[in-house]
Structures are given as C-alpha cells and as structure tokens.
C-alpha cells in the first residue's frame, strides 16, 4: 500500500533560523496535505497541495509539490517558539489518508 | 460547529478491563476515521467508516479491538480486553470526502488510554 516517507524525524534549532522537513511517497499522489500537532495537541491542518510544481505560501511556511507529485517539502523562515510541534504530511490512499512519521521541531529562544 | 468531540479525554484502566472511547463527528461530514497515536508507530489508522458502514478494519491489531457507528453522529471504539501495549492517544477524525482533495480530516482532542 501506500507509503509516506517523511525526515528529518527530529530537529532542533535556533529562533531564527530557517527549518525544512521533507516528505517521500513510494506512488504518485493526487495531493499530499500538511498538518501540524502542538505538544499535548491534535493534528490540526494546515494546506493542501493539488498540482504538480505547486508552491503556495502562508506568512512564513512555504509549501512545495514536485513535479512528479511523489514529493514535497514545508519550509519555515524564521523560525519562532510558536512554530514548535509535529509537522505532518499526509497522502491519500483510496479514501484513506497516510500519515508520514513526521518531524518534531523544537526551537531554543 | 463544535468541531469533532470525543470522550473521555484520559482514560486509566486496569489490564484486563474493557475500554470504550467514543466519537462525535463534524455534522455533515461522510468519513469518520480511528488513528491509534504512539510514540513507537506514530499515527496509525485503525479504521474508518463511510457513511456509518465498516469500510477497511485492516488497521484494527487483534479481535481485542471493536468499532461502531450507530448512526451518523456517533462512533464507538472498543478495547476488551485491554492490555498495558493499548497504552496510546486515540484519536477520532472526520470528512467530507475521505483523503481526497479540498477534504481534509478534522480530528477531535484524542483520548489518552493507560493501562496498568
């Protein structure tokens, strides 16, 4: 079945600094979504991405689909103490969703 | 809209016991999923339901696990018996058109299940 990659599992950086995580799909997908879990939260969505080579941005997280659509990645610039947690990203399988193992960001201020 | 409700929010029962957490999803929304949270495994999908019918069970670990959708506003996942392993956040997710584009899940607090 489906499979979602997802790395780096873990990160930790400097408030300021920039973080990326990268997602991995082992089919081509018709969308991925993103999602984003706060410590002791649930995963609370954030943005869909449809089209291949899509780019679509909020405030500080850029979001990319490749071109193949078996990959994307969020960017974050500037990273704040708000912006720790889980990120997710998520593929459709049939009418099922699967989940990437996700990347756990922790910022030092 | 109260988003999706699930309860209780922890749960601490004794191996052995049997443990039921139940779901109340988004009015409207056609899909109701059961994620299983661990730190080991990550998310994982249990089960999920469209419109109240049993649809892939391929995720539920052993016969010890039951799920239920009466009716459209109310699903039931059941543990009997319970074992220290189930010790997890259950989460309960709902939809209006299961993975597919412009329907994202909407995933309500979680339970949070120890057992001894």
């Known amino acids: 079945g489906q499979q979602v990659m997802q790395i780096p599992q873990y990160q930790h950086v400097q408030e300021g600094e920039d973080f990326t995580t990268y997602c991995n799909s082992s089919?081509?997908?018709?969308?991925i979504q993103w999602y984003k879990q706060r410590p002791g939260g649930h995963p609370v969505f954030l943005i869909q991405l449809v089209k291949s080579g899509e780019v679509k941005k909020q405030k500080r997280l850029t979001f990319q689909f490749g071109e193949a659509k078996k990959n994307s990645s969020l960017h974050i610039t500037a990273t704040q103490t708000t912006d720790v947690g889980t990120y997710f990203c998520?593929?459709?399988?049939?009418?099922?969703?699967?989940f990437g193992a996700g990347t756990i960001l922790r910022v030092k201020s | 809209d109260a988003g999706v409700i699930q309860s209780p929010r922890h749960e601490v029962t004794e191996m052995g016991q049997e443990v039921t957490l139940r779901c109340k999803p988004i009015?409207?929304?056609?899909?109701l999923f059961w994620y299983r949270q661990t730190m080991m495994r990550g998310l994982e999908l249990l089960i999920y339901?469209?419109?109240?019918?049993?649809?892939?069970d391929s995720g539920m670990p052993e016969d010890r696990f039951s799920a239920k959708m009466p009716n459209a506003s109310f699903s039931t996942l059941k543990i009997q018996p319970s074992e220290p392993r189930d010790s997890a956040v259950y989460f309960c997710?709902?939809?209006?058109?299961?993975?597919?584009?412009?329907?994202?899940?909407?995933f309500g607090n979680g339970t949070r299940l120890t057992v001894t």
């Open positions: 089919t081509t997908l018709s969308n």
């Open positions: 339901f469209n419109n109240n019918v049993p649809i892939d």
């Open positions: 997710a709902s939809s209006r058109a299961g993975g597919h584009a412009n329907s994202p899940l909407h």
């Open positions: 998520a593929g459709p399988d049939g009418n099922k969703l699967v």
């Open positions: 009015s409207g929304h056609d899909y």
